[in-house]
Structures are given as structure tokens and as C-alpha cells.
């Protein structure tokens, strides 16, 4: 085929050409296939309770048309319109929608709504916390380059498409059935419009020195929070924390002087390609923080503690994971808190007050 006269030659991004023609992704399963499989609330039967949050609970159901599993984040609007978040929330639906392809987040696959309350549909996560894993069977230095590998892909695939996560920590990062980490609870994430971004947020012993004065911060606060959570998983203290003193957190954040642990008390010593990392990692001027350079992400990935790390490997889910969590069945919850099923979303006991104008606020869910 010739063209006659000018011509115009477009091209299509593969990941929207994947949204069209339903290629497989990492895992096999097709791209779009949960577009496609629309699951509605009167199908849903809920088995048990993942976890509680300030404006919900997340809820282990299964969809008795397609049987399968999935997790139901449930919120109250009546709680959230009190709270003034309808922008903070529509903002986390907004970003797991953008980052939920990659391998290393939790899949959002569908919003809904009620007259009552908004849902968040995602896949299943039935390996637990890092956090609970962790502080049950401290880590080797291997299995904790695992995991902060992990935590390195899922940040830069948020850096990518232009979020900031900004609650970065091992509550939020799950294991899967492979014993691979998936990121959750997008509620702080943001995207970057500007250079930077003024709103404090976060979890305070993982805060970083630029949110604190807050003077402006960018995806810098992330790699902050990384060198944060490799410290704790190594040593399990947190390089900042004053236990009875919060201000003093937020004083020797602002230092930036790490409480190393004693190495007398029969634990792991540090390697050094470990500690140069997290020093690297907790600088306290962002301009000078690895991950922030102009190398990105792969300043990291080519620390020397990465050393012969397989990246490919890890990215194609094709590494062997230090730990695959033991789970008999879909509907297991030894990994999580006995939690009532009857308990109520906050916010859901009191009495109507949603007017026809709030409803319109959550048209689209």
C-alpha cells in the first residue's frame, strides 16, 4: 500500500492498545477482562472482615454469579461529606484506576454506590500485612531486599504516571498468595500538577523533613519513606521514633540523625551496602536524596545493595519469594484479625441526613 499525497502517522500507547484488544498481562489474565464482568452489590455475599478504617471497612466477599472473591472497601457518604473528603476520595479512586495494572499494587476493579455508601472492588489479598509478617519472624537482609524491591517498582510505576503515594510503610504494603508485595489504601496519594505539593499528610514516623516545615514536597517523600521502612525491617525499630515523646520524633526527623541500634544484642549487623542505602535514602534535603537525582528510580536499583539483584525476574513475578504465606482456601483469614461481620461502617447508625444535592455529589460511582 502507497500513499498519494501527505500523510499523517499516529501512534498508540500498548497500554492503551491493551484496554482495546484484551492482551494478556503479567499474570495471563486479560487486560480489561473486569470491564467486561461487571459485578453488582445484590450479588455480593460478605464472608468476613479484611479491616476497619475512619470512614470504612474493607470486606471479604463473593460474587455468587461469577464465584469469584474480592474485597469490598465500604464508606459511608454520610461520614464522608461530613469530613469534607468527597475530593480526597474521589482522588484515590482516581489514582487506583491509573496504577492498578501494575503487578505490584492492588487491582481496583470497579466502583459502585448505594443510597448509603461507596465501594471500592478489589482483588483479594489473603497473605496479611508485612507489618504482622515481619515483627513475627524478623527478616533476613535477602528477604528484606525482597520486599523493598518490591516497594521500589510499585513507587516508580506511581512516580510514572504522575502520583506521589505519601504513605509509604509495611501496614500498607500486603502479600500475595505468591508471597509477592502489593501497595494498598491510596488515600494519601496525589497527583503532581505543580512541582509540588503543600498538603501534610501521612504517618508521622514516617514523615519526611520537607513535609514537616511543610515548604513543598514532591516524590522525594516517598524514597524518604522507603529508607524508612528498610530500616524498620531490618533492625525493627524506626530510625526517628521517640516512643513517649512525639515531638521529639519530629525533631530528630527534622535533624536527620539516625538512632542506629547498638550492634551487642545478638542481632543481624547492618551490612554496609545496607546502611549506605538508608543513608542515602534519609537525606534531609530532597535535592540530594537517591531516587530523587536525575537518575529516578534506577539510582536505586543500581545501589550496591541491588547487587546482582535480578530485576527482570522480579518484574515478570518469576523470583522465588522468601515466604509464601499458607493459605488453605479463598476464604482463609488466618493472616488477619478476627474482626465481627456484623460490625457497622462508621458513620452507617446515624440517622439520614443526605439530601438530594449530596447524592449528586457521587454521580459516576
Known amino acids: 500500500m502507497q500513499a498519494v499525497g501527505p500523510v499523517q502517522v499516529l501512534s498508540l500507547h500498548r497500554d492503551a492498545w491493551k484496554e482495546v484488544v484484551r492482551l494478556p498481562d503479567s499474570t495471563g489474565a486479560l487486560a480489561g ?101 515481619m515483627y513475627d519472624n524478623p527478616l533476613s537482609e535477602d528477604a528484606a531486599r525482597f520486599y523493598a524491591a518490591c516497594a521500589v517498582q510499585a513507587l516508580d510505576y506511581c512516580h510514572s504516571h504522575g502520583y506521589v503515594y505519601r504513605d509509604l510503610k509495611a501496614e500498607n504494603l500486603m502479600i500475595d498468595s505468591t508471597g509477592y508485595l502489593k501497595l494498598t489504601d491510596f488515600g494519601f496519594a496525589k497527583r503532581l500538577t505543580e512541582l509540588r505539593t503543600f498538603t501534610m499528610c501521612g504517618t508521622p514516623d514516617y514523615l519526611s523533613p520537607e513535609v514537616i516545615m511543610e ?7 516517598d524514597w524518604w519513606a ?12 524506626r530510625p526517628f521514633t ?27 549487623e547492618l551490612s554496609p551496602a545496607c546502611r549506605d542505602l538508608i543513608e542515602r535514602l534519609l537525606v534531609s534535603n530532597p535535592a540530594r536524596r537517591l531516587g ?24 515478570n513475578c518469576s523470583m522465588p519469594a522468601p515466604m509464601v504465606p499458607h493459605i488453605d482456601s ?8 478476627e474482626i465481627p461481620l456484623d460490625i457497622p461502617v462508621p458513620g452507617e447508625d446515624e440517622e439520614d441526613g443526605l439530601s438530594m444535592y449530596d447524592e449528586n455529589i457521587f454521580v459516576g460511582w
Open 33 to 133: 477482562e473486569d470491564a467486561l464482568t461487571q459485578v453488582a452489590l445484590g450479588t455480593l455475599t460478605q464472608l468476613s472482615v479484611l479491616g476497619l478504617g475512619t470512614f470504612g471497612k474493607v470486606v471479604l466477599c463473593k460474587d455468587e454469579v461469577g464465584k469469584r472473591n474480592y474485597a469490598l472497601k465500604c464508606m459511608n457518604k454520610r461520614r464522608i461529606l461530613q469530613s469534607s473528603m468527597i475530593h480526597h476520595l474521589n482522588q484515590e479512586r482516581r489514582v487506583m484506576g491509573d496504577v492498578s495494572r501494575c503487578p505490584f499494587v492492588v487491582r481496583m476493579t470497579q466502583t459502585l454506590q448505594d443510597n448509603t455508601s461507596v465501594y471500592l472492588l478489589m482483588e483479594p489479598i489473603m497473605g496479611g500485612e508485612l507489618f504482622n509478617y
Open 330 to 337: 479463598p476464604e482463609d483469614m488466618r493472616h488477619f484479625e
Open 292 to 315: 530523587n537525582l536525575k537518575g529516578g528510580a534506577n539510582d536505586i536499583r543500581r545501589h550496591p545493595w541491588f547487587a546482582n539483584f535480578d530485576w527482570e525476574a522480579l518484574q
Open 242 to 268: 521517640d516512643e513517649h515523646h512525639q515531638m521529639r520524633t519530629i525533631h530528630n526527623i527534622v535533624s536527620g540523625v539516625i538512632a542506629w541500634p547498638p550492634q551487642n544484642l545478638g542481632e543481624e
Open 226 to 237: 522507603l529508607g524508612v521502612l528498610i530500616f524498620e525491617m531490618m533492625t525493627l525499630r
Open 215 to 221: 515548604c513543598g514536597h514532591s516524590y522525594a517523600v
